[in-house]
């Protein structure tokens, strides 16, 4: 008897706490939707309606305790629709480069890159589900296509822009709060991109902090427009192994390559120590045929590089209409640093499907 007076006065406590949580964290979305108890008397109805209210359903967790105190709980499950766009400056530190299944040998001593630029455009689907009033996960699945310009500066001059297609899947949590009008959003997701010119996935954490103010409709307590600013934080992995065909390496032929092109190269290469020279004439030599006209069939340059974004952080701005508790849009701009993106995206949420027994 004893042992169970205990645990009802802990679930009673931990209850309690919950509640109070709720309370606190009276933001309810990661795309920015936000309710309060608003002073406005065209809100009143709807708000005495909350709390008179039923809630049948499992999910979200507590939030039946969040409808008694007048809370606005979004629908429990939704899909969305995004574009992205991303532009952004990579650094490389370390290079091995090698000619198809030979051992790539490190040429960072030998070689110099000028500032990388990776440019994305993606398409993704976003499934999501509230657990708690203030917990959001959720998964990610796109596709889309990114583009990277290398600018070789050491030993010749020399850009070159590879195209390839990127198909991605990913998961991710969301906590919301704030007080009044005002929220926060902490938004936590790994990606994991599969391109196609690389061995393995690309595995990506992304994390943004969200700082906003919502501004409801003045005769309808579901419809407003909230605005944030806010960091984003995008981390990649520091290794990357792949290949490239030689004849994609000049799509634009001989045109824009420095005369003597080749000749430099060799010169080059002269200078570099015996495994590493070795490696280096294959691949010169192989250039060579290609921009000669000889066909080099699927000759294959394989590399490694050791790389970093040139700044993790930059800055957001955004805004999101919610029209009612299904439909909201949502744009959002990143810039400063050295990564520029822009977002849209349609969110449709509705009801749990699922009532308690």
Avoid at 315 to 324: D, M, P, R, T, W
Wanted: net charge neutral; hydrophobic share 40%.
């Amino acid at each position: 008897m004893a042992y169970k007076l205990r645990f009802n006065l802990i679930f009673k406590t931990f209850r309690a706490l919950t509640v109070i949580i709720i309370t606190i964290m009276c933001s309810f979305s990661s795309f920015a939707q936000y309710t309060s108890k608003e002073l406005n008397p065209f809100h009143k109805a709807y708000h005495d309606s909350l709390q008179a209210r039923e809630y049948p359903y499992t999910f979200p967790i507590l939030a039946k305790q969040a409808y008694k105190k007048g809370f606005d709980v979004p629908f429990t499950y939704g899909v969305s629709t995004a574009y992205y766009t991303q532009v952004q400056d990579v650094n490389i530190k370390r290079t091995l480069i090698g000619l198809n299944d030979l051992d790539p040998v490190d040429l960072s001593g030998f070689i110099k890159f000028g500032t990388v630029e990776a440019r994305t455009e993606a398409y993704t689907l976003r499934p999501d589900m509230w657990v708690l009033p203030f917990l959001n996960v959720y998964g990610i699945f796109g596709v889309g296509s990114t583009s990277t310009t290398v600018p070789l500066v050491r030993p010749v001059d020399f850009s070159t822009t590879q195209h390839f297609n990127v198909t991605s899947a990913g998961f991710g949590f969301t906590v919301a709060g704030g007080f009044g009008p005002l929220f926060f959003v902490v938004d936590n997701n790994f990606n994991f991109g599969n391109v196609e010119a690389l061995v393995e996935p690309v595995p990506a954490h992304n994390l943004d902090i969200r700082l906003g103010h919502n501004f409801v409709n003045p005769k309808r307590a579901d419809r407003g427009l909230a605005v944030w600013f806010g960091a984003f934080r995008q981390n990649i992995n520091g290794d990357t192994n792949g290949s490239i065909a030689i004849k994609d390496l000049f799509p634009n032929g001989t045109d824009g390559l420095q005369e003597g092109f080749i000749d430099r190269l060799h010169e080059w290469a002269d200078g570099l120590p015996p495994g590493q020279k070795l490696v280096a004439n294959q691949i010169i030599n192989k250039i060579d045929d290609h921009l000669s006209g000889v066909d080099v069939g699927d000759a294959q340059i394989t590399y490694t590089l050791d790389k970093e974004l040139a700044k993790p952080w930059n800055l957001i701005f955004g805004a999101q209409y919610q029209h009612n508790k299904h439909w909201q849009i949502r744009t959002e701009l990143g810039t400063f640093g050295k990564r520029t993106s822009f977002l849209i995206m349609v969110n449709y949420r509705f009801e749990s499907l699922f009532k308690k027994k």
